[in-house]
């Protein structure tokens, strides 16, 4: 029995300090790699609010996924603008100016509160929510906060998590363009194009890159197609590009060249299966050719 007690008190006392290693491992882990419980994790997700068109949109996975109406401020300073986080999620908050319960039909902040941290409130003053007047979306008509048709937040609320990303801003910019301004990175999309020259359009083998709202082209058929010859340095690997009477000496996937001698910066070149892409206003920079792009019909007419 002695015997039998040692072994299990040997392998209580084996099991606790696995368990104390392992606690300390996990912390390490937290302490050195960056490491965090998910439910405190930062989302990669961004919400963008243009108070100019009234709408709101979000983000994720590096691409627009959907466009709602909103309504905001009565006037343009009621609903703040700038970058802020979503610090509380809440269903069925009570409007408590009225004491109408959450939940009410009559609760004007309908039954999701997205609150957001805008200077010191804590989520409590400002937030994305729903409403009890439908027809009041698309106007400028709350006290500030960003109101949503009931279905619309109720589709969004499950998705966003705290810590997200709120742009309000006010302009004439695509929601693509905004959300590349304010540092979010777009994933890239391919579609066929043809260059227009001489009012003859010829479409492109390669198809075009958009990229964070730019477009990338392929750079040996375009050279080709514009006149131009293409050489490679066999020594530093440069490419060696003439397109009329300008000369780019360019080390691909850089961000600058030198046009005639003179250094250019320029927005680097990427490799897209394994055929070197060049942003398309660099054509500009490097070549002087003016040109005009039409995201609609796909095409770049010089």
């Known amino acids: ?3 039998l007690g040692q072994f299990f008190r040997t392998k209580g006392f084996l099991a ?3 368990a104390v290693t392992f606690a300390f491992v996990f912390l390490l882990t937290v302490s050195f790699t960056g490491a965090i419980p998910v439910s405190a994790a930062s989302s990669s997700d961004l919400i963008i609010v243009n108070k100019k068109t009234n709408t709101l949109g ?3 996975g590096g691409k627009l996924v959907r466009s709602f109406p909103v309504a905001t401020g009565k006037n343009k300073s009621l609903t703040p603008e700038g970058r802020f986080k979503i610090v509380v ?3 069925n908050r009570p409007y408590y100016k009225e004491k109408i ?3 009410d039909p009559a609760n004007p902040l309908g039954d999701r509160w997205l609150g957001l941290e805008v200077n010191g409130t804590q989520g409590t003053t400002y937030a994305i929510h729903g409403n009890n007047n439908e027809s009041s979306i698309g106007k400028y008509v709350s006290a500030g906060c960003i109101r949503m048709h009931n279905d619309d937040i109720h589709w969004l609320y499950p998705k966003v998590a705290k810590n997200t990303t709120v742009v309000i801003t006010s302009s004439a910019l695509s929601m693509e363009s905004l959300a590349v301004n304010s540092g979010y990175s777009l994933g890239s999309t391919t579609i066929a194009g043809s260059f227009v020259i001489d009012g003859k359009a010829v479409k492109l083998k390669d198809e075009f890159v958009l ?7 392929p750079l040996k058929e375009s050279v080709a197609l514009l006149g131009g010859t ?4 066999p020594g530093t690997g440069s490419l060696i590009i003439t397109i009329g009477n300008r000369t780019a000496v360019h080390k691909p996937l850089t961000n600058q060249a030198t046009v005639n001698g003179t250094t250019v910066a320029i927005t680097a070149s990427k490799n897209v299966n394994n055929r070197l892409y060049l942003p398309l206003g660099s054509l500009t920079d490097l070549f002087g050719l003016q040109f005009k ?5 796909s095409t770049v007419t010089f």
């Open 293 to 297: 792009w039409s995201k609609q019909k």
């Open 101 to 103: 319960p959450g939940g």
């Open 211 to 217: 990229e964070n709202s730019r477009v990338f082209v």
């Open 89 to 91: 999620k809440i269903k």
């Open 58 to 60: 979000y983000f994720s």
């Open 230 to 233: 293409l050489q490679q340095d």
């Open 16 to 18: 606790r300090s696995l």
């Open 1 to 3: 029995m002695n015997l």
